[in-house]
């Protein structure tokens, strides 16, 4: 008989986040596994955020959009409207100039970070709390995954009300994270008793990569034994490389996703400023203010370009027409925490991969897979002779990377399921 997993999951398609994605992806292959998942997750993505691809779930799969009030939601979306006016959604006509209503919304963000506990999302933890503690009865496991974080501190209370297992899933580390060492000492401190009394509680801890996980049984020897990683995946079968594109144009490289905070193009920037009009990088997302002025600086204003943010299946038929796809740098220690999702999503389009990483685990999987090149940050010699093409062509071994699919990651969590339970497999 199978078991019966309730899924809290805030972020969850057709929100665009790329963790709300590791949410449907396990929900997808987890009942072929012998698990019936119930997503609990918000009501409606606000503007700019909801992606209308195919999100369709096996008929076994139970969606509970209720996390936030009905109330709240429609309030917030109204709010989230009157900010964002059609027109900020537009291009500009200098791609590399950001609206100064964009650039003070982010400070106002911050501040906000710096001075609320986990998050501000933490608004919807009492009605969250009230659909954990009507929908868990009806399960044998409660699973979390954070951001936000609050919703390990709402499922610590559920797990130990109704008595179920739990296992928590934290897709970035909690308190050993840029943003966390940004706050308030005592918004620090109330975070940091709550990470402790999580990792104590909860029956497994699932994390995303296996730096993460060493350091984490290293911080909490106690529990070394139930932290465990489980990646982030693809889904579906990996497009097949193809040829080069032939020669006549500069090459297309793509870099999905936000450039913000630590996270830096620089190298790539330097690289293209010493091959004028050999490469074109298309940024689908956010670029941080540092890097479109270092971008205008360097001469690369027509080569550098801001675009909207895709639809998930737009966004994978971008990246399989790219001659390159583009991993962001961090050149820092916290680099080693961090396993940018995109590189999966990268990894299933079938296209070179050009990652500029401090990460260890990020280059162990691209040279394990032969998908691409890596490139030690700040090394503009070597990211120039990747655009020159002197770097050799990686040979890519298709069996490494569907490691890293949905399914093997689903299967790998689905293992865990049965451990805390005492259930068997299958």
Known sequence: MPGRVLM??????????????????????LPALGWLPTVL???????????????????????????????????????????VRPSSQQASADALQRPLSARLQERWDRFLDAVVPMETAIIHAPHASRELDRLLPSHDLLWTTSYPYHTHAIGLSAARRHRRPWVADLRDPWT????????????????????????EAADAIVVTTETLASMERERFPQWAGKIHCVHNAFDGE???????????????????????????????FRAMARRPGRVVLD???????????????????????????????????????????VLAAWNHPDAGLYLQGK???????????????AQREVGDIVRRTGAGHVIAPGDVAAMTAVIDGTSGEPA???????????????????????????RKAG
Do not use: C, Q
């Open 8 to 29: 809290a999951s805030w972020l969850f398609p057709p929100h665009s986040s790329i963790g709300a994605k590791r949410a449907w992806r396990f929900a997808r292959h």
């Open 41 to 83: 997750s918000r009501r409606v993505p606000p503007p700019g955020s909801f992606d209308a691809s195919d999100w369709t779930l096996p008929p076994e799969v139970t969606l509970s959009p209720t996390y936030d009030a009905a109330w709240m939601s429609l309030l917030a979306d109204r709010g989230a409207r009157a900010v």
């Open 176 to 199: 050993p994270n840029w943003v966390h060492r940004r706050k308030f000492a005592p918004v620090r401190s109330i975070e940091a008793r709550y990470e402790r009394a999580v990792f």
């Open 238 to 268: 990996p497009s097949p490389p193809r040829p080069a594109s032939p020669g006549g144009g500069p090459l297309r490289w793509v870099h999905f996703g936000n450039v913000y905070g630590p996270w830096s193009l620089e190298t790539v």
């Open 283 to 325: 940024n689908h997302g956010k670029l941080s203010d540092r890097d479109r002025d270092l971008a205008a600086s360097l001469g690369l204003r027509d080569a550098v370009r801001v675009m909207p943010t895709l639809p998930f299946e737009e966004g994978m038929a971008r990246l399989r027409a790219a001659d390159a796809l």
């Open 343 to 357: 590189l999966y999503d990268y990894l299933s389009a079938g296209r070179p991969i050009v990652a500029e990483s």
């Open 396 to 422: 890519r071994d298709e069996s490494a990377v569907r490691y890293f699919s949905a399914a093997e990651a689903s299967a790998r969590l689905a293992a865990i399921f049965d451990s805390v339970t005492g």
